[in-house]
C-alpha cells in the first residue's frame, strides 16, 4: 500500500513562538492540524488564564485563511506563579487544556521551571479533579547523568514517585525518546505519550557521525538507533497510548547554526511525510490514522474530525522549500524535504 486516506491529523505538542516567528510559522501548522496543544514557553511563560487567552487571539489572528480546520489548544507553564483557583476557572471555561511541566533549564525557555514535580502536589490535584492533564518534559537537569540517559533518569526518580503517589493523575510524556520511555508509558495506564516524527525518523548516529548537524539537535536529544526502533513499534502498533506530538520548534538559523546550537526542529511543514515514511517503510500505513488522529482524540476527549488527508507515496514535480524566513529577516530550516519529496499531499475538506 503507498496512498492512504487518514482522518485529519492532529499535532498534541507544538511551538509556535510569538511575534513575527509566529507570523511566519502558524500557517504551516495550521494547514496540516487541527486541534494543536501550544506549548506555553514563550517569554515570559504563560502561567494564567488570561496570558493564555490572550496568546490564543495572538495566533488565531496570525492564522492565515487557507488554515483547514485549526483549532489551538492552550496549556499553562507549570509555575509557583499560577493561581489555583485561576487554574480551575480556565479549565472550566475551556481556556486551559492542560498544565506543562519543565524542569528548570533542560530545553529552550525552560528557566522557570520546577526542581521537583511533587513540589507541585496541590496544583496537580485541581488537575486530577479536572481529568485535566499534566504534560510531562521528561528529562533530568543534573549534570552528572549523562545526556543520552536522562529521561529514563527523570522517569525513575520524578515520575514514577509522582505516578505512585497520584495514580488519579493523568499524565503525558512528551515527545518521548527512548526504549525506558516507552517501556514507562506501557506499564503506567496513567500515562500517554506523544512522539515527535524527527524522533522516529532519525537515530544519533544521523545527529552525529557525519557532520554534526544543528537541524536535528533538540531536546530530549535523538537517541540510539534501539530508542528508535522501540518508538517506532509503539507508534505503529495501534497501542492507544501513543500519539504524534511534532514537538516542531522554530529557531533562527543565526541561533541553530550559532556557537551553543538552540535545541529544536522545525516540521511542522513536512511532519507528516516524515511519519508517513516511517510507517510505510515498516508496512504499517493503516496504522498512520490511529497514530496521527485517533488515538490523541481518544487520549483529550476530542471528537474526530471531518475533514480527512490523503497521503500518495508519489515523487512531488516541483522543489520543496528547504526553509522558511520571517518578516525580521531571520530564516528556519525545515525538517524533512527529502521525505516530502515523495509525498503528494491532498486535504478533502
Ligand atoms: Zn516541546
Given amino acids: 500500500m503507498s496512498s492512504i486516506t487518514i482522518p485529519f491529523p492532529d499535532d498534541w505538542h507544538v511551538h509556535l513562538r510569538d511575534g513575527d516567528m509566529l507570523d511566519a510559522v502558524v500557517g504551516y501548522t495550521a494547514r496540516r492540524f487541527r486541534y494543536s496543544m501550544v506549548m506555553p514557553n514563550v517569554v515570559p511563560p504563560i502561567t494564567s488564564t488570561a496570558e493564555a487567552e490572550k496568546y490564543r487571539d495572538r495566533i488565531l ?6 488554515a483547514v480546520d485549526f483549532r489551538p489548544v492552550m496549556a499553562l507553564y507549570c509555575s509557583p506563579d499560577i493561581d489555583l483557583a485561576d487554574l480551575r476557572a480556565g479549565i472550566d471555561s475551556g481556556v486551559v487544556a492542560a498544565v506543562k511541566y519543565y524542569p528548570a533549564g533542560a530545553t529552550t525557555n525552560s528557566e522557570s521551571g520546577g526542581t521537583s514535580l511533587l513540589a507541585f502536589r496541590d496544583l496537580f490535584e485541581v488537575l486530577a479533579d479536572t ?47 527512548t526504549r525506558a520511555g516507552v517501556d514507562f508509558v506501557a506499564t503506567h495506564p496513567q500515562c500517554a505519550a506523544t ?4 524522533h522516529l525518523a532519525r537515530e544519533r548516529s544521523d545527529l552525529l557521525a557525519d557532520g554534526m548537524r544543528p537541524d536535528l539537535y533538540c531536546k530530549p ?4 538507533s534501539d530508542d528508535q526502533a522501540a518508538l517506532i513499534d509503539a507508534a505503529t502498533s495501534g497501542d492507544p497510548a501513543f500519539m504524534l506530538g511534532t514537538d516542531s520548534a522554530p529557531h533562527p538559523t543565526t541561533a541553530k547554526y550559532g556557537p551553543k546550537a538552540k535545541a529544536g526542529v522545525f516540521n511542522a511543514a513536512y511532519g507528516l511525510e516524515v511519519v508517513a515514511d516511517v510507517f ?25 474530525p471531518e475533514a480527512t488527508l490523503e497521503l500518495s507515496h508519489e515523487p512531488v514535480d516541483r ?30 475538506n
Fill in 319 to 348: 522543489d520543496l522549500a528547504t526553509d522558511l524566513s520571517t518578516s525580521s529577516g531571520d530564516s528556519v530550516v525545515l525538517f524533512g524535504t527529502e521525505e516530502a519529496s515523495q509525498w503528494t499531499v491532498t486535504v478533502h
Fill in 195 to 198: 512522539v515527535t516524527p524527527h
Fill in 61 to 66: 489572528a496570525s492564522t492565515p485563511d487557507d
Fill in 221 to 224: 536529544v535523538i537517541n540510539s
Fill in 280 to 304: 510505510r517503510n515498516h508496512g504499517a500505513l493503516d496504522q498512520l490514522g490511529a497514530f496521527v488522529s485517533s488515538n490523541g482524540c481518544a487520549v483529550y476527549g476530542v471528537d474526530a
Fill in 131 to 177: 481529568d485535566t492533564r499534566l504534560l510531562v518534559h521528561a528529562e533530568a537537569t543534573d549534570p552528572a547523568i549523562d545526556i543520552f540517559d536522562r529521561e529514563a533518569a527523570f522517569l525513575e526518580d520524578q515520575l514514577a514517585p509522582l505516578c505512585e503517589a497520584m495514580p488519579e493523575l493523568l499524565v503525558t510524556v512528551e515527545h518521548v525518546s
